[in-house]
């Protein structure tokens, strides 16, 4: 076998652009994957850990199609989203409601998981630029950080709600104003862009659960009492749509 046969096959950038169409889909995504999760789970009735199971095998489907694509499908990549979403989201809700780990320790866990997974990222491949998803290795770090991203935001959230109490509509202004902050740090200090772009995608994570959230649950408990399935079905409707809102770069490069 010569060199050249030994390198990873090369493939066209397997992540869409950094627009603003993608962090509004992300988002969209995100809130999907909480009240699906929900929605399984309780509506459905077939409890946290079978919706896990049932959910992960969904998820190595989709991310078995994805990794063969040689390019961006949009439809594959964005359906492996939500449901790495809802894994990432079960995985953290199995760990604290089945087991009774603290959140401060999911939190804790996650955060230095996703560290590592990072540093082995940059150790191997010099960079973690989501715009050079080039190889199947590179592929791998990418959606194994997207997993523990989705794990890691959902155990953030939910510290945070549970011990300030903020209520959702409130919940929803505090992740925003953070993804600001996020943003001018970006443009008015020079924040590096794939930096900001990793804690920008963190913080979609509780953003998108508070939306899902405020929406879905009963009035009593401080939501609009909407459903899981009513807004699952409108978040996805919106989500598809193909000529959502694309404007130009945002973060990320």
């Known amino acids: 076998m010569t060199r050249h046969a030994a390198l990873p096959r090369l493939k066209s950038n397997k992540v869409p652009e950094v627009t603003l169409y993608f962090w509004v889909i992300k988002v969209l995504c995100t809130t999907v994957g909480e009240t699906a999760a929900d929605y399984l789970n309780d509506t459905v009735g077939l409890g946290l850990t079978r919706t896990a199971l049932v959910m992960s095998v969904l998820l190595v489907a989709a991310l078995v199609l994805q990794f063969r694509l040689r390019s961006y499908v949009a439809g594959v990549y964005w359906v492996s989203v939500v449901l790495i979403s809802i894994v990432g ?40 630029s989501i715009h050079t998803i080039l190889t199947t290795r590179r592929e791998g770090f990418y959606w194994a950080a997207v997993l523990f991203t989705f794990a890691l935001g959902t155990a953030a959230g939910d510290l945070v709600a549970e011990r300030l109490s903020l209520g959702y509509p409130l919940s929803v202004v505090l992740f925003a104003a953070l993804i600001a902050v ?44 909407l459903g899981t399935t009513v807004t699952s079905v409108i978040f996805l409707a919106v989500a598809a749509r193909p000529n959502l809102g694309r404007a130009g770069v945002i973060l990320g490069r």
């Not at 603290?102 to 939190?107: C, D, G, K, N």
């Not at 963190?202 to 609009?224: C, E, N, V, W």
Request: proline content about 2%.
């Open 89 to 128: 989201t079960l995985i953290t809700d199995e760990l604290t409601d089945g087991i009774g780990v603290p959140l401060a320790v999911t939190t804790a866990v996650f955060t230095v998981v996703l560290a590592a997974t990072f540093v082995l990222w940059y150790a191997v491949e010099r960079t973690l």
């Open 182 to 225: 996020v943003a001018g740090a970006r443009f008015v200090l020079g924040l590096n862009a794939i930096t900001a772009f990793w804690i920008a995608y963190i913080l979609t994570r509780p953003l998108g659960a508070s939306i899902g959230d405020y929406l879905s649950q009963a009035r009593k408990d401080g939501g609009l009492g």
